[in-house]
């Protein structure tokens, strides 16, 4: 009898051992998270400023009728940059969203990407895969260089300095965008499972 007590009292002893590293490890992420939260909106907020600073000089260097929201197409077309959702986390179970900004995708191909990451080619040899190495940085430099270059084209053949820093630090905001989205969506993850435990901790304790 003495036996089963003690054995039950060191398996309670473990689970709730268990469920307090959990615990910690939640509130540790929670806090990570936050943290780094603050810290991309401070750098969203300077990066947007650097960007309107340079806007207001090209178009002062330009001129405002060269540099003018009615130079701007109202056709319609497909978007040069598009979010991915994706809820597979690597095999994890929790189906929180994760983002995934594709860059400048070729308007000439229909799933083509040239900022996001593939990881799928595995049936490539050694051999090819230093090829593609050396030469998909530079392929993917001169397609982005070439998509920059459609946008810049509706307000001149030569466009200010300024102008090509600008469109570089708003599309820097829009990557910071999307690492804040998904920040924002690990802390509500982590919150949501710190609730969890408070909500089995109170039942716990009435019982």
Same mark, same amino acid.
């Given at each position: 009898?003495?036996?089963?007590?003690? !054995?039950?009292?060191?398996?309670?002893?473990?689970?709730?051992?268990?469920?307090?590293?959990?615990?910690?490890?939640?509130?540790?992420?929670?806090?990570?998270?936050? /943290?780094?939260?603050? +810290?991309? +909106?401070?750098?969203?907020?300077?990066?947007? =400023?650097?960007?309107?600073?340079?806007? !207001?000089?090209?178009?002062?260097?330009? &001129? &405002?009728?060269?540099?003018?929201?009615?130079?701007?197409?109202?056709?319609?077309?497909?978007?040069?940059?598009?979010?991915?959702?994706?809820? /597979?986390?690597? &095999?994890?179970?929790?189906?929180?969203?994760?983002?995934?900004?594709?860059?400048?995708?070729?308007?000439?191909?229909? /799933?083509?990407?040239?900022?996001?990451?593939?990881?799928?080619?595995?049936?490539?040899?050694?051999?090819?895969?230093?090829?593609?190495?050396? !030469?998909?940085?530079?392929?993917?430099?001169?397609?982005?260089?070439?998509? =920059?270059?459609?946008?810049?084209?509706?307000?001149? &053949?030569?466009?200010?300095?300024?102008?090509?820093?600008?469109?570089?630090?708003?599309?820097? !905001?829009?990557?910071?965008?999307?690492?804040?989205?998904?920040? =924002?969506?690990?802390?509500?993850?982590?919150?949501?499972?710190?609730?969890?435990?408070?909500?089995?901790?109170?039942?716990?304790?009435?019982?």
């Amino acid at each position: 009898m003495g036996e089963e007590k003690e !054995a039950e009292n060191t398996q309670v002893s473990e689970l709730s051992t268990t469920e307090l590293e959990e615990q910690n490890e939640n509130t540790l992420n929670f806090l990570d998270s936050v /943290d780094n939260y603050l +810290i991309l +909106i401070e750098s969203l907020t300077s990066t947007l =400023r650097q960007g309107w600073l340079e806007l !207001a000089s090209a178009r002062h260097s330009m &001129g &405002g009728s060269r540099v003018n929201t009615a130079l701007l197409t109202l056709k319609q077309h497909s978007a040069a940059t598009k979010v991915e959702v994706n809820y /597979d986390n690597g &095999g994890s179970m929790k189906k929180s969203p994760h983002l995934t900004l594709c860059k400048w995708t070729s308007s000439d191909k229909k /799933d083509s990407s040239f900022e996001k990451e593939n990881t799928d080619n595995k049936d490539s040899t050694k051999e090819s895969n230093e090829s593609e190495t050396t !030469a998909s940085p530079h392929r993917t430099e001169n397609h982005l260089q070439k998509e =920059r270059g459609k946008v810049l084209s509706m307000f001149g &053949g030569l466009v200010s300095p300024k102008l090509r820093a600008s469109q570089l630090s708003f599309e820097k !905001a829009l990557e910071t965008l999307v690492e804040i989205a998904n920040v =924002r969506s690990s802390i509500l993850g982590s919150h949501h499972a710190l609730l969890q435990h408070k909500v089995k901790d109170t039942n716990s304790t009435e019982e």
